[in-house]
C-alpha cells in the first residue's frame, strides 16, 4: 500500500501547485515574513533566506519521503508567481486521513487562490489518493482562514481549547505569544460535491485539470 506521497504537480485554471523549488528562496522568506504570517503560524522569526532554503531542501523532501505530509507551492499560472503555501501534515495511511494547512502572500490575498489551492488539494486527495478525511485546524481568531474552511464545504466539529499559540505585537514592537483555541474542521469526500461549482461563480474555479 502507497506510504509517501508522490512528486506531483496539480493544476487548476488560475493556479499550479508544485513541489518547492530553491528559485522559490526569495518570494518565501518574503512571505513568511508578513505579520499576518507571523502572527498566526509557528514559523520561526526573523524568517531568513536559509530558513526558506532549509524548507525547500530539506524538511519538504524528509517529510515526503517518511509519508508524513507534502508542501507544495502554489504559483500564478500566467504569471509562475509564488502566491502562497499548500500543505499536508500529521498523515496516516491507514485511516487514510490528513490535516491540511495553508498560507497565501500578502500580495495576492483577496483572490480566492486559498480556497482555489486547498479545494484542489482536497479533490487530488480524494479522487488519486483515494484519501477519506481532511482535517483542518483555524485558530479561533482567524476569520480568514475559518472563511476558506466553509468555502470549500468542511463541517466545524467542535473546539480544542486553549490549544493554538498565536503572535502579538507588543508595545515595544516584539512578538509574544498568546494562547488561544483551535477550531477543528474536516472535509470527507462527499462534502466537496457541489463546491467546485460553488467557487466557480466567485473566483474562476474549475475542478483540477493536469497531472504530472
Given at each position: 500500500?502507497t506510504?509517501?506521497f508522490?512528486?506531483?504537480s496539480?493544476?487548476t485554471?488560475?493556479?499550479?501547485?508544485?513541489?518547492?523549488?530553491e528559485?522559490?528562496v526569495?518570494?518565501?522568506?518574503?512571505?513568511?515574513?508578513?505579520?499576518?504570517?507571523?502572527?498566526?503560524?509557528d514559523?520561526p522569526q526573523?524568517?531568513?533566506?536559509?530558513s526558506a532554503?532549509?524548507w525547500?531542501?530539506?524538511?519538504?523532501p524528509?517529510?515526503?519521503?517518511?509519508?508524513?505530509?507534502?508542501d507544495?507551492?502554489?504559483t500564478e499560472f500566467?504569471t509562475q508567481?509564488?502566491?502562497?503555501?499548500?500543505?499536508l501534515t500529521?498523515?496516516n495511511?491507514?485511516?487514510?486521513?490528513?490535516?491540511?494547512?495553508y498560507?497565501?502572500?500578502p500580495?495576492?490575498?483577496?483572490?480566492?487562490?486559498?480556497s482555489?489551492?486547498?479545494?484542489?488539494?482536497a479533490?487530488?486527495?480524494f479522487?488519486?489518493?483515494?484519501?477519506e478525511r481532511?482535517?483542518l485546524?483555524?485558530?479561533a481568531?482567524?476569520t480568514?482562514?475559518?472563511?476558506?474552511?466553509q468555502?470549500i464545504?468542511?463541517?466545524s466539529?467542535?473546539?480544542?481549547?486553549?490549544a493554538?499559540i498565536?503572535r502579538?505585537?507588543?508595545?515595544?514592537?516584539t512578538?509574544?505569544d498568546?494562547?488561544?483555541?483551535?477550531i477543528?474542521w474536516?472535509?470527507?469526500p462527499?462534502?466537496?460535491?457541489g463546491?467546485?461549482?460553488?467557487?466557480?461563480?466567485t473566483?474562476?474555479?474549475?475542478?483540477?485539470?493536469d497531472?504530472?
Amino acid at each position: 500500500m502507497t506510504s509517501t506521497f508522490p512528486n506531483i504537480s496539480i493544476s487548476t485554471e488560475r493556479l499550479v501547485l508544485r513541489p518547492l523549488d530553491e528559485d522559490d528562496v526569495p518570494a518565501l522568506t518574503e512571505m513568511m515574513n508578513d505579520e499576518q504570517i507571523v502572527a498566526w503560524t509557528d514559523v520561526p522569526q526573523p524568517f531568513t533566506e536559509e530558513s526558506a532554503r532549509g524548507w525547500i531542501t530539506e524538511y519538504a523532501p524528509t517529510e515526503r519521503a517518511a509519508g508524513r505530509g507534502l508542501d507544495l507551492a502554489v504559483t500564478e499560472f500566467l504569471t509562475q508567481r509564488l502566491v502562497g503555501i499548500v500543505q499536508l501534515t500529521k498523515t496516516n495511511w491507514h485511516v487514510r486521513s490528513t490535516e491540511l494547512s495553508y498560507i497565501i502572500a500578502p500580495w495576492a490575498r483577496g483572490e480566492g487562490y486559498a480556497s482555489e489551492a486547498a479545494l484542489a488539494t482536497a479533490q487530488w486527495l480524494f479522487t488519486d489518493q483515494k484519501f477519506e478525511r481532511i482535517e483542518l485546524r483555524t485558530a479561533a481568531d482567524n476569520t480568514a482562514s475559518q472563511q476558506v474552511a466553509q468555502k470549500i464545504g468542511c463541517i466545524s466539529e467542535g473546539v480544542l481549547r486553549n490549544a493554538c499559540i498565536a503572535r502579538v505585537r507588543t508595545e515595544d514592537d516584539t512578538w509574544a505569544d498568546v494562547r488561544t483555541d483551535f477550531i477543528v474542521w474536516s472535509l470527507l469526500p462527499e462534502d466537496i460535491e457541489g463546491a467546485g461549482e460553488q467557487l466557480a461563480d466567485t473566483s474562476g474555479f474549475t475542478s483540477y485539470g493536469d497531472w504530472n
